[in-house]
């Protein structure tokens, strides 16, 4: 019976800070994040022991986080309950990029590209092996055999050059 005091005592003395976390985690609803607290200390309470949580007020941050996420998938489901397919589909934005704007990105990434080959050679090599090959600014360096303050201007003049021939298109 000793931990179920104990819960109580812990919910009824972080309750406001546990209330103000939820507020955050559910987009600042008070009554929403008021039951999201009630429910996690329900859950926490119907744990036979709670006395071996090293940390009991960030176990219920973490029940009230995952309350949330659940609360928020249910919501999105059924807003879509009932509604008619072909209704719905008209709602839905489409995303896919015109062939316009497939060539125009193609041809942008051409200059790019052509930009990046006309480079020096140790700057060429910084840029594709930190943008392309995704390898961490110190490791161009030694690739390179030159400092980390040389590679990142290398990259940083390149990716300008980039720019400005992106932006003058």
Sequence with gaps: ?????????????HRATLVAYAGRVTGGDISIAEDIVHD????FDQRTSTEHIASPVGYLKTIIHNLAIVRARRHALSRTEGNDFDDAARTVVDSTPSP???VDSRHTLDIVLNAINDMPERQRAAIKMYHIEGMKLREVAANLGISIS???????EGLEICTQLRKSR
């Design 40 to 43: 996690a200390w329900l859950l």
């Design 150 to 156: 040389l590679a990142q201007r290398l990259i940083s």
């Design 100 to 102: 316009e704007a497939i």
């Design 1 to 13: 019976m000793k931990s179920k005091i104990t819960s109580l005592h812990l919910y009824e003395a």
